[in-house]
């Protein structure tokens, strides 16, 4: 079972994924891009089928393989099924975050319309690292300047933040002082009620 098995994953990448002419390698301009990157992922995941075969699983099982084969089918089975469905799912959230469908698509139409043009697309000096460098720089100079209010407008709501904490202080300090002149004062008046009473008290 294990060996038709492996045959039969073996067969299948050799039907999906047959060598290539060179002629048949100069027709796979012509084919999407998004189809060959699904083609890529499906020949990936042959691949990890035909490395990880039934074969290799007993191998690292072999008590449990002994005691219950079937079981053992059934595990493996399940275990790839799920492995690919992962991948997929995985591979699907990455096209779908990166929005890889239109950007591959749009780069077909950029290629597909740039055939039939004569002259470079791009390249007004003839040098790559001058116009790659005539580009980017004022982008990067953009950036700088836009980081640069950030940084100023954070720098002066820290100068407001700062001063609020300044005069929350000040203003704590003078409430202490007060504080502390009230409780002097109660205790000034306190100790003159003290002394009327006892000069009451005291006899004729």
Request: proline letters at 4%; hydrophobic letters at 35%; a negative charge.
């Amino acid at each position: 079972m294990a060996e038709a098995r492996k045959a039969a994953v073996g067969s299948g990448c050799d039907e999906k994924v047959p060598e290539k002419s060179p002629e048949s390698v100069s027709d796979c301009t012509t084919i999407s891009r998004m189809k060959l990157l699904d083609t890529t992922v499906d020949t990936f995941l042959q691949k990890l089928v035909a490395a990880g075969s039934y074969q290799r699983f007993t191998d690292c099982y072999k008590c449990f393989y002994q005691l219950q084969p079937e079981m053992t089918q059934q595990i493996y089975d399940r275990f790839i099924t799920q492995l690919q469905t992962s991948i997929r799912e995985e591979i699907s959230e990455i096209k779908k975050e990166g929005n890889l469908e239109a950007v591959l698509n749009a780069l077909d139409t950029i290629v597909e319309e740039s055939k039939d043009l004569k002259e470079p697309a791009w390249r007004p000096s003839g040098i790559p690292e001058k116009d790659l460098r005539s580009n980017l720089v004022p982008y990067f100079l953009q950036q700088r300047d836009i980081l640069q209010r950030r940084v100023q407008k954070q720098e002066a709501e820290n100068r407001q933040l700062a001063d609020a904490v300044l005069a929350g202080r000040r203003q704590v300090e003078e409430l202490q002082l007060q504080g502390q002149a009230q409780w002097q004062a109660w205790q000034a008046l306190h100790r003159g009620q003290k002394e009327l009473v006892a000069m009451l008290r005291e006899p004729e």
